[in-house]
Structures are given as structure tokens and as C-alpha cells.
């Protein structure tokens, strides 16, 4: 999210994309579920969430409360089948983005993407900036896009903990899944700031000085609670809420634009010994810049793709560095920033994808699998198999196709919406 008065504010390297092949069919030889007290959908082509082709055939996805508990060819015994369709994918996620804190309907002065108390509030947590009446959770979930994990805006330095959460909880607790990192900024935007309360950079050096500067902070403390020579209640809060940062149990999710500004990044982590995942990186356009990402092995949360670049960092922003983003092939996801790109447009985005090659299964795992691995929620969802969370959308035709549109959307084993 961009700052100041503009209202738009090491995993597993992934495959290479390849060519597209025939969906093949699911195993005829499946073992049907017999638990008699489930539900289960059927559809003629099943995207499961990973790369590898759909399946087709008469595919049946059970569950029961909200877990899966089967997915094969051949009607589960005793199941009762609730809708029926051509396509169904798994629930989309978006990696990235401040709904429910910057809202439809309310001016830009009351949102709460960004808190102006100073340029490092470590303590502050997204779950409490969501308002869960935002209109927009509604379109989101219509669409097929189920979880959000809702960051901080960029106008900070440190501006609090990531929360994912579930677009269709009726309040912020119901809503809560769990927490993704600790938002940092670098680059333009907390720089872009000067007028907000607090100590704040005038500069990109100012900016990296002052995250250095806390880091050195908590790192100090946390050295001196480990050695006893204080108690972690002399430690000051703000401090003791970057621990679990520089302890590596919790990564840094970094907004970061430019090149020079993740190699900036690069240092600091080597010097601390942090996690951290790159947000954005719209401004690298070069096949070197995507390869260092993969080298360094951050995980990307790429984006948004289809927002207009209305500040300097951005100025090499634009679809056509998707192709060079897939062939250095990073751990990568994909992001809406809504409400720079409307969060129920994310799969739009993946039209760029198809253009440099990926295939259709592959365009799907982005959104899916792999934003859920990224975010550390990929032991509940991201895929369709037997202990994931029963989160699906049924599609009335090929998801590519722009006739297409949900039919049937379920969240954890519940029917969210149903077209007329």
C-alpha cells in the first residue's frame, strides 16, 4: 500500500514452467469413501492446487465437518452431493493486500492501512485495522477468493504483524487464522512520510539506518535476556515484539520495489541472520534481478501486476517482466495489494502467466499453494486432498475463460454462495 497522501499505497524452488498436456483422468481404481455422515461435490475437471495436470472424469471431493476426506472418481457411499459443476479449483488465496483496512465506501482519511505515530510500531497487528463490513469481502468471496493476508501499510518503517484470515468471517476473531510475519518497508515509500509524527528518513540510507538501528535494538536485548542479565519485562514492548523476528522464527515481510533496495536487504539479513520475503519487486525488470531473488532464496510475493506505476521506483513496471520472473523461477506467489487491484481480480492476473508459457494447473498453484506455503498455511489449505480444509470453488466453465464465473463457492465445508 502506498504511502503518504496517494490512496493506492529458503523453500523449495519451484519447476520450471513447461507446455501444457492433457488433463489426465482421475485413478478408476480410487477407493471410494464409505463414511456415511460426509458431503461431497462432483465436477468433470479438478484443479487440486499443485502444478501437475487436473484431473478429470467424474472427479468427487467429500468432506466431512470441514475437512476433506476424500477426492477420487467414483460417488462416495452414503455421501450426499451438494452441487455439481464443470471446474473446480481450491479457495484463492492473496498473499498480499489491506482489505477490511483500507475500505469501499470511506474516504482515504479513515482507513487503517497506516498508523502516523511514529515510523516503527511493532507492536500494532492488522487484525486490529480490519473492519470485517468492508463490502468488497463480499465481491472477494463471490469470487472465489476466500483468504487474505492482510498487511500493515508501507508508510512504516516496522508497521506490525501480517494476519491471515478467512473474507468470510462475520469479525476480526471469528475471522483470525493465524499470523504471517512483521512488516517492514524499504525504498521510497516510509521515506515518502517526512510529514507523519515520530522519527522519520528523509532518505533510502535514512530508512535502512533506521530499521538497522531496531534491529541492533532487539537483538541486543534479546542477547542480554538469553544471558540473564535482564528480565524479559525490563525489556521495553516494542522491542520484545521483534524477538520472534530475530530469533528467525518469524520472517520480515518486506515491502521492496528495486533491485538495489533488496540487495540492501541481502546485507541486513546476513548481518542479522533474519528470514524475510520480498513484497512486490515491481520495479526488477531484469533476468539478473529475478535470479538473485531465487539465489538469495526469498520467497516472492510478486505484484500487483495490473496497478499503474505513479511514483519513480516503479518506472520499469510491467507485465511483460512476468516472462522474466518465470524463467529465473523463484519460489514465487501473486498478489492483488487491494485496493490497488481489486482483490476479487486476482485471477485476472494470472492472464500473464499463460502469455510466458505457464500452464493452466501452474497459473492456479500461484494462487494457491503457493501463496499458502509462502504465508505458512499450507498444512490447511492451498490444495484439494483428504486433511485440508474443505474450501473450494465450482466454476461453470474453464476459469481461463472470461464467461466463466463461480457457481458455487464452499469455505471450510460450508456453501458460501450459490448462483441463482
Known amino acids: 500500500m502506498v504511502a503518504g497522501s496517494n490512496p493506492a499505497g529458503g523453500s523449495t524452488k519451484p519447476q520450471p514452467p513447461q507446455a501444457p498436456k492433457t488433463p489426465r483422468a482421475a485413478p478408476s481404481g480410487a477407493p471410494v469413501c464409505r463414511v456415511e455422515d460426509c458431503m461431497a461435490v462432483r465436477v468433470d475437471l479438478l484443479y487440486t492446487g499443485r502444478a501437475s495436470e487436473p484431473l478429470t472424469g467424474g472427479v468427487y471431493v467429500a468432506w466431512r465437518g470441514r475437512e476433506i476426506v476424500y477426492v477420487g472418481r467414483g460417488r462416495p457411499r452414503g455421501c450426499e452431493v451438494v452441487a455439481e459443476a464443470a471446474v473446480a479449483t481450491p479457495a484463492f488465496i492473496d498473499a498480499h493486500c489491506h482489505i477490511g483496512m483500507a475500505r469501499a465506501g470511506e474516504p482515504y482519511t479513515e482507513e487503517d492501512t ?4 511514529d515510523s516503527v510500531v511493532s507492536l500494532a497487528d492488522a487484525i486490529h485495522g480490519i473492519y470485517m463490513d468492508d463490502p468488497m469481502f463480499r465481491d472477494s468471496v463471490e469470487w472465489g ?14 508497521g506490525g504483524r501480517a494476519a491471515v484470515i478467512r473474507n468470510y468471517g462475520v469479525d476480526v476473531e471469528d475471522a483470525f487464522i493465524r499470523h504471517a510475519g512483521v512488516k517492514a518497508a524499504l525504498g521510497y515509500n516510509p521515506k515518502s512520510t517526512r510529514d507523519w509524527k515520530g522519527v522519520r528518513p528523509y532518505t533510502r540510507m535514512g530508512v535502512v539506518a533506521l530499521l538497522r538501528k531496531w534491529l541492533m535494538r532487539a537483538r541486543d536485548a534479546l542477547r542480554m535476556v538469553e544471558e540473564g542479565r535482564k528480565s524479559v519485562e525490563e525489556v521495553e514492548p516494542e522491542l520484545r515484539a521483534l524477538f520472534p523476528v530475530v530469533r528467525g522464527e518469524e520472517p520480515l515481510r518486506v515491502h521492496v520495489h528495486k533491485l538495489d533496495d533488496i540487495v540492501a536487504l541481502t546485507m541486513l539479513r546476513r548481518e542479522f541472520g533474519f528470514r524475510a520475503t520480498v513484497e512486490h519487486a515491481a520495479d526488477v525488470h531484469t533476468l539478473h534481478g529475478f535470479e538473485y531473488i531465487r539465489r538469495e532464496g526469498y520467497p516472492l510475493v510478486y505484484g ?17 517482466n512476468v516472462r522474466l520472473l518465470v524463467k529465473a523461477s523463484p519460489l514465487y506467489g501473486l498478489m492483488t495489494d487491494h485496493p490497488v487491484v481489486l482483490q476479487r481480480n486476482l485471477l485476472l492476473q494470472l492472464r500473464y502467466f499463460l502469455h510466458a508459457g505457464v500452464s493452466k494447473a501452474e497459473c492456479i498453484s ?4 503457493r501463496n499458502a506455503e509462502i504465508l505458512g498455511v499450507d498444512d490447511i489449505l492451498g490444495t484439494l486432498e483428504p486433511g485440508k480444509w474443505a474450501s473450494l470453488v465450482l466454476w461453470s466453465g474453464d476459469p481461463f475463460s472470461l464467461g466463466s464465473r463461480p457457481v458455487t463457492v464452499i469455505g471450510e465445508g460450508r456453501v458460501l454462495h450459490q448462483e441463482e
Open 114 to 117: 497506516n498508523e502516523r505515530l
Open 145 to 158: 477468493v476466500l483468504y487474505s493476508c492482510v498487511l500493515p501499510g508501507s508508510g512504516n518503517i516496522i
Open 366 to 369: 500461484i494462487i494457491t499453494s
Open 304 to 320: 500487483p501486476i495490473d496497478a499503474f506505476p505513479y511514483k519513480t521506483e516503479l518506472r520499469h513496471q510491467t507485465w511483460r
